[in-house]
């Protein structure tokens, strides 16, 4: 990474870099198998990958450099897209 780059326009890819673990987490993510009528994202997200996600990046992540809210804003936005839609869930 460029010093003079700032660290709000790191990309997701840029993220992996300094942070492996990220890219074991897109890993899991997408081979989750999801063969059941039911599936909602939002409780998949909140038991399986928040917690460890929050360790990772941003304001509690190991890296200082990633302990931004920019970070985490687009590292939770490309993980969490790469969830399956919800469906037949409380949520809809």
Do not use: K
């Not at 992996?16 to 994202?41: D, K, M």
């Amino acid at each position: 990474m460029n010093p003079q780059q700032s660290t709000s326009a790191l990309t997701f890819e840029q993220q992996c870099e300094l942070e492996p673990r990220l890219s074991g987490l897109a890993s899991e993510i997408r081979a989750l198998s999801t063969h059941s009528p039911r599936f909602c994202a939002n409780r998949t997200w909140g038991r399986n990958f928040e917690r460890r996600f929050n360790c990772l990046v941003g304001w509690y992540a190991w890296n200082p450099t990633l302990r931004t809210e920019e970070a985490y804003n687009t590292a939770f936005r490309h993980l969490y897209r790469l969830l399956p839609a919800c469906r037949d869930c409380a949520c809809l």
